[in-house]
């Protein structure tokens, strides 16, 4: 059973740079027809797609984020990494990463991460 | 962006009634759409994909239909566990978009 567990900073300052780390168990993150995912929900609001990776590294963002964002993978470590620069109040939100499978129809996200809560205060 | 639309954004409903919820996409989507259940304080979890596949594990209970630009989740017979709120999301153009929301409660 693929697990995915998020960690990194739970406070940041404005203008600083979010830092966040996906950690994949109970498979290889390099096997299998799958990119690597981060959404982010602010509380009480809708999901919003931050972007995704492969394992050769090859990233889509969302146009929205992309001149501040950054997704990394490190298939030694089994992780993928978020950065997401410049940050501002808005983008106070939960923070999940997600298995993206484009070996099924429809492309779904069907494994998440239990989300990590990340506050942009000073 | 595709934009997705929800309806409703809210609906009360009991325990045994069926519930249909719609989604709409701004363009022609194919069948990659894929509804999500999100209870409080947890993650979205999967429930179908490609429009009508049921995730494995996912009762069957929960059904979807639809292609192109329309799209509904119904469930036949909601139980206490049900009550969620639930989201469909596009796949077919990046980037990945989800629709609003449609929180279901208890009447």
């Known amino acids: 059973q693929v697990q995915l567990q998020e960690s990194g900073q739970g406070l940041v300052k404005p203008s600083q740079t979010l830092s966040l780390t996906c950690t994949v168990s109970?498979?290889?993150?390099?096997?299998?027809?799958?990119?690597w995912s981060w959404i982010r929900q602010p509380a009480g609001k809708g999901l919003e797609w931050i972007g995704r990776?492969?394992?050769?590294?090859?990233?889509n963002y969302n146009p929205s984020l992309k001149s501040r964002v950054t997704i990394s993978v490190d298939t030694s470590k089994n992780q993928f990494s978020l950065k997401l620069s410049s940050v501002t109040a808005a983008d106070t939100a939960l923070y999940y990463c997600a298995r993206y499978y484009y070996g099924s129809s429809g492309y779904p996200l069907d494994y998440w991460g239990q989300g990590t809560l990340v506050t942009v205060s000073s | 962006d595709i934009q997705m639309t929800q309806s409703p954004s809210s609906l009360s409903a009991s325990v045994g009634d069926r519930v249909t919820i719609t989604c709409r996409a701004s363009?022609?989507?194919?069948?990659?759409l894929n509804w999500y259940q999100q209870k409080p304080g947890k993650a979205p979890k999967l429930l179908i994909y490609?429009?009508?596949s049921l995730q494995s594990g996912v009762p069957s209970r929960f059904s979807g239909s639809g292609s192109g630009t329309d799209f509904t989740l119904t469930i036949s017979s909601l139980q206490p566990e049900d009550f969620a709120i639930y989201y469909c999301q596009q796949s077919y153009s990046m980037p990945l978009t989800f629709g609003g929301g449609t929180k279901v409660e208890i009447k």
């Open positions: 990776i492969f394992t050769s590294g090859s990233t």
């Open positions: 363009q022609s989507i194919s069948n990659y």
């Open positions: 109970g498979g290889s993150i390099s096997s299998g027809s799958y990119y």
């Open positions: 490609a429009a009508s």
